[in-house]
């Protein structure tokens, strides 16, 4: 069964960083678009950030753009999603998907467009 996996949640001070990642199970990620979601507890999964397959194609969300760096490390079979200034609202479970396309796209932030998911990881913000 094909699924990513991600690490690098955690408990962290507002204003601090983390660096999640995600890597495949069974398949490479060369072929794929990978964006990352959240959702927080009693709210809609959100589309936070997408990367293209050649890595030369981001998109972001309003609240992370300046905050948030996605990267891809094809040769490492590895995304990932760099978190700085973190601020409470920023707490969720972390999911990474991919997608058979080339690009992000416009429509790069909803979820059903995305063919393979992860188990999710934890990121907390306090104090």
């Known amino acids: 069964q094909l699924q990513l996996v991600e690490s690098g949640g955690g408990l962290v001070q507002p204003g601090g960083s983390l660096r999640l990642s995600c890597t495949p199970s069974g398949f490479t990620l060369d072929y794929y678009t990978i964006g990352w979601f959240r959702q927080a507890p009693g709210k809609e999964r959100e589309g936070v950030s997408c990367i293209s397959r050649s890595g030369g194609t981001t998109a972001y969300v309003g609240s992370v753009k300046g905050r948030f760096t996605i990267s891809r490390d094809n040769a490492k079979n590895t995304v990932y999603l760099q978190m700085n200034n973190l601020k409470p609202e920023d707490k969720a479970i972390y999911y990474c998907?991919?997608?058979?396309?080339?690009?992000?796209?416009?429509?790069?932030?909803?979820?059903?467009?995305?063919?393979?998911w992860g188990q999710g990881t934890q990121v907390t913000v306090s104090s």
């Open positions: 998907a991919a997608r058979t396309t080339a690009s992000c796209g416009f429509d790069y932030y909803r979820g059903e467009r995305y063919n393979y």
